[in-house]
């Protein structure tokens, strides 16, 4: 596609739901990152894909978050149980190629899901 | 760990010149960006520093010295469609994969 596209935009849980958020790359992209950002902050590292192999999670916060990308394109980000303080918005990005980001290997992102868990 | 500092808030007039800066420490610096995000939207790539000096993109100048582990973005001829809010993010090259670390981002408002 275009650009990162990511569904749904926005989620609203109960908490103990289990929730599944979805992001489309942009086709050829061979880095995927997700990020979280609470309102008024800077995004944080989650995980990082290369393909479909999950290279660097160590950002996620607890054994709740659990990320794949089992065929190398689309990943899911799934948040089992959620607590109140998940509520965020979970940012995608992917850039094009393996490596160092630089100003020709751009991190672009999508425009993130907004999860609020009451 | 990584520590990136940036003012929270900002207010300049259209038509001026507005400078955002950025101070960061980190394990093995590899690359300085910065990016604009309007809020409930994606985040935007504007620039991209590695070695010391300015980098001039149109409106948008982006500054570098690794020294002083210091940038700043310079945003000239405001716009109001200027007004946002803008990450400044650095990659470390000891921070095991190629992620990005951002600061907590810059509120910019820009005034008639």
């Known amino acids: 596609g275009a650009g990162v596209s990511q569904s749904p935009r926005y989620k609203v849980a109960k908490r103990g739901q289990d929730v599944a958020l979805r992001c489309d790359p942009i086709s050829g992209h061979v880095s995927l990152f997700w990020y979280q950002q609470a309102l008024g902050q800077g995004p944080e590292f989650l995980t990082y894909f290369q393909n479909e192999a999950q290279l660097d999670k160590s950002g996620l916060p607890s054994d709740r978050f659990f990320a794949e990308r089992p065929e190398g394109s689309v990943s899911t980000l799934k948040i089992q149980r959620t607590q109140q303080e998940d509520s965020a918005v979970y940012l995608c990005?992917?850039?094009?190629?393996?490596?160092?980001?630089?100003?020709?290997?751009?991190?672009?992102f999508g425009a993130g899901s907004r999860l609020t868990v009451l | 760990g990584q520590n990136i500092d940036q003012p929270t808030e900002m207010t300049a007039t259209e038509g001026a010149i507005v400078q955002i800066n950025c101070t960061y420490q980190?394990?093995?610096?590899?690359?300085l960006f910065w990016y604009q995000q309007h809020a409930g939207e994606a985040p935007t790539f504007l620039s991209y520093n590695v070695l010391d000096g300015l980098e001039e993109k149109g409106r948008f100048s982006s500054f570098l010295s690794r020294s002083k582990g210091y940038s700043y973005l310079l945003l000239k001829e405001l716009q109001m469609k200027d007004s946002a809010s803008y990450l400044c993010?650095?990659?470390?090259?000891?921070?095991?994969?190629?992620?990005?670390?951002f600061g907590k981002g810059t509120k910019l408002s820009v005034i008639p």
């Open positions: 980190t394990s093995g610096f590899n690359g």
């Open positions: 993010a650095v990659m470390d090259s000891g921070a095991g994969s190629y992620q990005l670390t």
């Open positions: 990005a992917s850039s094009p190629t393996v490596g160092a980001l630089t100003g020709a290997n751009v991190l672009t």
